[in-house]
């Protein structure tokens, strides 16, 4: 059974600090795996989308990195903000239908 | 265009009542899914409909859920008989279609079992 394990559990920074979230994932057969951030009362927002024949994605100040045989990815957030606060999830899809969630990233980036 | 909308945005109920949460996807979208955060956990699978296909329940955590979707459009989400233990943040998702696409999510609905 997939699990997906995100680590810190939750992080505090200030501004402008230069941030790297962590996720592993215990079965390597995956289509492709996502990040997103979830504000709170909101749903999720996509930031990054890694296909499993990709090594790295970027956006902005965002660039998400996937290495498929060892089980790990990750989110790479520079000159952090503190409109970055938020809850920074990861899943992994391994069925081309359904996501699995790892229990998230909450960060708070402080002026 | 407009997004994944979610009814109600918040729900409280008493334990042992019916309730049905409703999900607009992306119009355009065949591939819909239901998820369910529960507090302090991860988001985790319930359903997903493609199409006109038989939908994938693989996840529904008891007989008290079902879902429903008419063809490409609306789905709603049923619990019968309500449980505290089902008090979460119930979210969907579609995509364009199912595999390699992303899925955008819906705001949820926070369902509180009293």
């Known amino acids: 059974k997939q699990e997906v394990t995100q680590i810190p559990a939750a992080l505090s920074v200030p501004e402008g600090e230069n941030l790297v979230l962590n996720c592993s994932f215990t079965d390597s057969a995956i289509y492709n795996l996502q990040w997103f951030r979830q504000d709170p009362g909101k749903g999720l927002t996509s930031l990054l989308l890694?296909?499993?024949?990709?090594r790295e994605q970027t956006s902005g100040r965002l660039n998400a990195s996937l290495d498929k045989s060892s089980g790990r990815s990750t989110l790479y957030i520079a000159a952090s903000q503190p409109g970055d606060s938020a809850t920074y999830l990861c899943a992994v899809r391994e069925d081309p239908d359904k996501l699995i969630f790892g229990t998230g990233t909450r960060l708070q980036v402080f002026p | 265009g407009a997004g994944v909308s979610q009814s109600p945005s918040n729900k409280v109920t008493e334990k042992g009542k019916d309730v049905e949460l409703r999900c607009d996807p992306i119009?355009?979208?065949?591939?819909l899914y239901w998820y369910r955060q529960r507090l302090g956990q991860g988001l985790e699978f319930l359903i997903y409909f493609q199409g006109n296909s038989a939908p994938d329940k693989s996840g529904l955590p008891s007989d008290r859920f079902s879902a429903e979707r008419t063809g490409e459009s609306v789905s709603t989400l049923t619990i019968q008989r309500t449980q505290q233990e089902d008090s979460a943040v119930y979210l969907c998702?579609?995509?364009?279609?199912?595999?390699?696409?992303?899925?955008?999510f819906g705001p949820g609905t926070r369902l509180t079992v009293t």
């Open positions: 998702a579609s995509s364009l279609t199912p595999g390699p696409y992303e899925q955008y």
């Open positions: 890694i296909q499993s024949s990709q």
């Open positions: 119009s355009g979208h065949t591939a």
